[in-house]
Structures are given as C-alpha cells and as structure tokens.
C-alpha cells in the first residue's frame, strides 16, 4: 500500500474530508456478463428513484461539488465522476464498457456517490501519494478528454505528478487489461459516514469479480493514515 496523505491545503478546504484506500492483486478482463447485470440493476434503480435535478444534492456528490467551489472550480464545468455517471443513465446513455475492473469501480461510484480513482499500482511512481490542489499550467491528460485543466481540483500526485482528481484519472497511471495490482481510492468529502459500508461492498465485487488477493485497506484523514481491516 503506497502512503497516502492529505495537504495542508485540501484539510484547510475540505475538513471533513475522509479517504479509504484498497490495495489488491487482481485479473482483469474485457467483461463480465454477471457484472453488467449487477449494473443493469443499478441504472434501473437510478431511473426509478432519481430525478435529474437531484442528483448534485445527494450529499456524497454535493460535498465533492462543494470542494471544488471552495478551491475555485466550477462544478458545472468539471463535473465529479459520480454526478456525470448519474446524469448519463437519467439521460438515457448507455454506459461505457471499458474492462471489468473499471466497470466494477463505475459501479461502486453510481451506487454509492462517492468519486473514486482507480489506479494501476505498478505504474504510480514513488512510494507515496499526496493529495493537494491542482495549479495553473499543470500537465494532465485526462483518460478519454486529453489536455485537463486541473487547476483547482483536488489532485492525488506520486513522484512525477498528477494521476487522479475526481473528474478524471490520468492516462499514465490508468487501469488496462494487463493490470495486476490496483490502488482504488474512495474519496468521502461528506465525511466518514457510509464510506467504509462503500468500501466493504467494492471489497466484496472485487473478491467476486477480479479475484482480488494480498488486500490492504487503509482510512486517511486529517489524523493520518491508519491501516484497517473488514
């Protein structure tokens, strides 16, 4: 498990903040048709139960927009990850179908609100990860948007620079078929409720669907990193 901690900066913005990571070795395929019946179920719930002028007062997805107002973003323009997922099956889009594993944390991030990273492990640099606050000028290509202007997003960095904010992760660090070590990172900027109730069911899809072994866990906050176990 890489050591992770959180700025000055983002705990200034951002005091109720909580973070749970998990670190697995995984198999990865192109897809799981049990999976995507798991999915299915989900947009089916969503329709049903969700307007879509709802969706950014959901609480997990109202506090990450509130992060992004209070560093300077436009939550409108820079849509977290969570409220464009929900946005686009209340629109009647199909979601993409990438691999199992990004499908599996898709998942998670429609049924819980919380944005998440997800990472190939192996190609993170450095043994640790800071999460600061995006700067003018930054280099950071997007998975499927290119160039990002990540100024004023929260932003994970390794040794190198940038790999994730809640609106995109980065291509250089990003899951493919050939990922055997995954660091997801459930990012809980309403605070500590029901984010390790999120972490148990991603823990379970990943065991079910990716065969995840070797399993860290860890809870970051503002009091640091501790180690934790289901």
Request: hydrophobic share 35%.
């Amino acid at each position: 498990m890489k050591q992770i901690s959180l700025s000055n900066e983002i705990q200034t913005a951002c005091p109720d903040l909580c973070v749970l990571a998990i670190s697995c070795q995984v198999k990865n395929t192109p897809n799981d048709v049990d999976l995507w019946e798991l999915i299915h179920q989900e947009e089916a719930l969503v329709r049903e139960q969700v307007k879509l002028n709802e969706i950014n007062k959901w609480l997990p997805i109202q506090a990450t927009r509130q992060a992004y107002k209070k560093l300077g973003k436009d939550p409108n323009r820079y849509r977290p990850s969570a409220e464009s997922l929900r946005r686009r099956i209340l629109r009647e889009l199909p979601l993409y179908q990438i691999d199992t594993l990004v499908d599996l944390i898709n998942l998670v991030s429609i049924h819980s609100g919380y944005s998440i990273g997800g990472f190939d492990e192996d190609k993170i640099q450095g043994d640790k990860l800071i999460l600061g606050v995006g700067q003018e000028g930054e280099v950071y290509h997007g998975i499927g948007r290119g160039e990002l202007n990540i100024a004023g997003l929260p932003v994970y960095r390794d040794a190198i620079g940038g790999i994730g904010t809640p609106t995109s992760d980065e291509e250089r660090t990003k899951i493919s078929l050939d990922t055997t070590s995954l660091l997801m990172i459930i990012n809980g900027y309403s605070g500590k409720d029901g984010l390790l109730e999120s972490g148990q069911y991603a823990l379970e899809l990943l065991r079910k669907y990716n065969d995840a072994k070797e399993i860290e866990m860890s809870f970051i906050s503002k009091k640091g990193q501790e180690p934790i176990t289901f």
